[in-house]
């Protein structure tokens, strides 16, 4: 069955250093999206992008994320200066283009990747 | 505004016994729900979910959800827990109508005792 793979499962970095998060969505699919968790928190929404566009971010998807995707499999999440607020789970999913002019929302989720900063 | 919560932050059971998962939803909207599970080092599966159709709604694994709007909840149960059950349970809660995202609940953790 097919799935959402994510790269590296963790991530150390220091505090102020770029970290790009990949992630390998489903291969038909077209809507692509970021969550976090926080540790002990709910899972937030990041930001979701469609035909190589951001269509929805969050508050926290500030000036210091950006999401690519740079090739037709991958799709990046970057965080330019990490911050240590910034340690957090984050999550890939991907969806289907029909699923969703069926009004279907279902989204797949990748394993996530434990990102600390230090 | 939407917002998802679940009562219990963790859920024991024995082996066999049923279990029951509490969701309570706040939408300004007609939502779709779902329930999510994770099992360690996995990526959240989807168990099943609720877009409009019947109320009491089937997944996988032998789990079912029955949304109740005058109870604004979507309880998620199965009549006998496994041992691979154990695991961590998300409610959640789609945007509203066209939106991308999805508003997750704290999680449940249900531990299923031999």
């Known amino acids: 069955e097919p799935e959402v793979t994510q790269t590296p499962s963790h991530q150390v970095t220091q505090m102020g250093q770029e970290v790009i998060l990949r992630c390998v969505p489903i291969?038909?699919?077209?809507?692509f999206y970021w969550y976090r968790q926080i540790l002990g928190q709910k899972v937030e929404f990041l930001v979701s992008?469609?035909?190589?566009?951001?269509?929805?971010k969050s508050e926290i998807f500030d000036d210091q994320f950006s999401v690519e995707r740079p090739d037709g499999s991958n799709f990046t999440l970057k965080i330019r200066s990490t911050k240590l607020e910034d340690s957090a789970m984050y999550f890939c999913?991907?969806?289907?283009?029909?699923?969703?002019?069926?009004?279907?929302?279902?989204?797949?989720f990748g394993p996530g990747t434990r990102l600390t900063v230090t | 505004a939407q917002s998802v919560t679940q009562l219990d932050s963790h859920v024991s059971v024995s082996e066999g016994t049923p279990v029951l998962l509490r969701c309570n939803y706040s939408?300004?909207?007609?939502?779709?729900l779902f329930w999510y599970v994770q099992h360690p080092n996995k990526g959240l599966q989807l168990l099943l979910k609720y877009t409009s159709a019947a109320t009491l709604v089937k997944g996988i694994n032998g789990f079912e959800a029955e949304f109740k709007k005058s109870e604004t909840s979507f309880h998620l149960t199965k009549p006998s827990a496994h041992m691979s059950d154990a695991a961590e349970y998300f409610c959640v809660v789609s945007g509203e109508t066209g939106a991308n995202n999805l508003f997750f609940g704290t999680g449940t953790r249900l531990t299923v005792i031999p």
């Open positions: 291969s038909n699919h077209l809507y």
């Open positions: 999913a991907s969806s289907d283009a029909a699923d969703r002019l069926a009004g279907e929302l279902e989204q797949y």
């Open positions: 939408s300004s909207y007609s939502p779709s």
């Open positions: 992008f469609y035909n190589n566009e951001i269509s929805e």
